[in-house]
């Protein structure tokens, strides 16, 4: 229908005045012109941006560019995934509660969760965690690979070169559109990035490699691997298994985050999913991502008591400090994830020389929730506040942090992988780009300029 039969029609049945029937459109007037049309809404919330593009045209506009930095506007796809309730706080793994899942589950089943789109029976957890545990072990060529890098190698460098690595190992890798190899794949990045992750922490630390073990959990196998010496049997201590076994599940996957949309990018291209895993690693390892537990707990120390932080956060309005560990960019409330792990921080009992740390953490949580310049301001704790805590509890030192956190968003890198790939309406993905610059510029040679 043209712009005026449109308008005529809408005229005549009063469908486009305020008022009028429900209809799941925007009606759009380009006061440029005084075209007026209408644009379907889908799914309760978003507009197609070519139906928008595509209505504005003629030589004398050159179309309608959708003008969107960082993409913080823009859905990229459709996710059936993770959830993330900003007003209220909550983040759900295909509609389970985040809380819910960290009681109840652990990191493998969560990861069946977010590949399978449903929790696991006994059976099937049983057989998924049988699958992971025979492919933990990678081929001697990648221990060969690691120990060519630099004794100060940087972990998450390792990671990802040895993530990217792995493709050239299974001739099926780049088999994206066959089910059976895909399933090989995702199985294969569980169960190896532990072994990877742990290999990377032996190696800055000069210490002998360190195999899998068949008789210890996911989370037990990656203690053993980082921390195993000379015992004949390592055990690790119960409730440290489960502070990472929670950890991994508070970073297994937060919705169209950068390193997830690089995954979803690069996996665009239909490359093996290890080179998009190793995209996520990368865009991982930036400051602007993957260190801000670090920086949190840098604060922390460098406050150094409780009787400092009212000094401190007076510091924080006048712009002289910044506050690490409190608000997020989703998130208008506490982010439910830190709650969580403040708890099994809890659970941990006696965190030794990081207790008056942890009373730092919590003091700076009070004090600001009672503050209208930090409530104002959405800034809340947030999962890193704690995160550092409890990866230095562990025994990690900082270079590891964003490691773990790769190693936990792979379950989610998979998981988004999988639906991009599955999902007959992505394509390549290629932006478009608002041109600023200059046109038609006349050549001048070398000697004339």
Request: hydrophobic fraction near 40%; include cysteine.
């Amino acid at each position: 229908m043209s712009v005026d039969r449109l308008d005529a029609a809408q005229e005549a049945s009063g469908t486009g005045d305020i008022g009028g029937p429900r209809r799941d459109t925007l009606t759009v007037i380009d006061n440029r012109t005084g075209a007026r049309f209408e644009i379907a809404v889908h799914d309760g919330s978003a507009i197609r941006a070519a139906d928008l593009s595509q209505r504005v045209a003629g030589p004398e506009h050159g179309g309608l560019v959708i003008y969107d930095p960082g993409f913080t506007h823009t859905a990229a796809c459709r996710s059936a995934i993770t959830h993330i309730d900003i007003e209220a706080g909550a983040l759900e793994h295909r509609g389970y509660r985040i809380e819910d899942l960290c009681a109840h589950s652990t990191f493998l089943e969560l990861a069946y969760l977010l590949i399978k789109g449903e929790l696991p029976t006994t059976s099937e957890l049983d057989r998924w965690k049988s699958e992971i545990g025979t492919r933990k072990f990678v081929h001697e060529n990648v221990k060969a690979f690691l120990e060519g890098f630099r004794y100060d190698a940087n972990p998450m460098a390792m990671l990802a070169a040895a993530a990217g690595a792995l493709s050239s190992f299974y001739p099926d890798a780049g088999d994206v559109h066959d089910a059976q190899s895909r399933e090989w794949q995702i199985l294969r990045v569980l169960a190896k990035m532990p072994t990877l992750a742990a290999f990377s922490f032996r190696h800055v630390r000069g210490q002998p490699y360190v195999y899998p073990e068949d008789d210890l959990s996911y989370t037990g196998n990656l203690l053993s691997m980082m921390f195993r010496m000379s015992e004949l049997r390592y055990r690790p201590d119960p409730r440290q298994e489960r502070l990472l076994d929670v950890m991994l599940m508070l970073h297994a996957d937060h919705e169209q985050n950068a390193s997830t949309t690089a995954v979803r990018a690069v996996g665009s291209t239909h490359v093996n999913p290890y080179s998009a895993v190793a995209a996520g690693v990368a865009a991982l390892s930036g400051p602007m991502r993957g260190t801000a537990d670090e920086a949190a707990l840098t604060m922390l120390t460098r406050i150094g008591s409780i009787g400092n932080v009212p000094g401190f956060l007076e510091s924080v309005k006048a712009g002289r400090e910044r506050l690490m560990g409190f608000g997020h960019w989703v998130y208008k409330t506490v982010d439910p994830r830190a709650r969580i792990l403040r708890a099994e921080l809890e659970e941990l009992g006696q965190t030794g020389a990081l207790t008056p740390l942890l009373a730092i953490a919590d003091e700076l949580a009070k004090r600001a929730a009672d503050d209208d310049f930090f409530t104002s301001r959405s800034l809340y704790p947030n999962v890193d506040l704690y995160s550092g805590l409890a990866y230095r509890s562990l025994g990690l030192s900082t270079e590891m942090f964003p490691v773990m956190f790769a190693l936990a968003r792979s379950a989610g890198w998979v998981a988004q992988w999988l639906e991009m790939v599955e999902d007959s309406e992505q394509m390549t993905v290629r932006p478009l780009q608002l041109y600023t610059g200059e046109r038609n510029r006349a050549y001048v040679p070398a000697d004339q300029r």
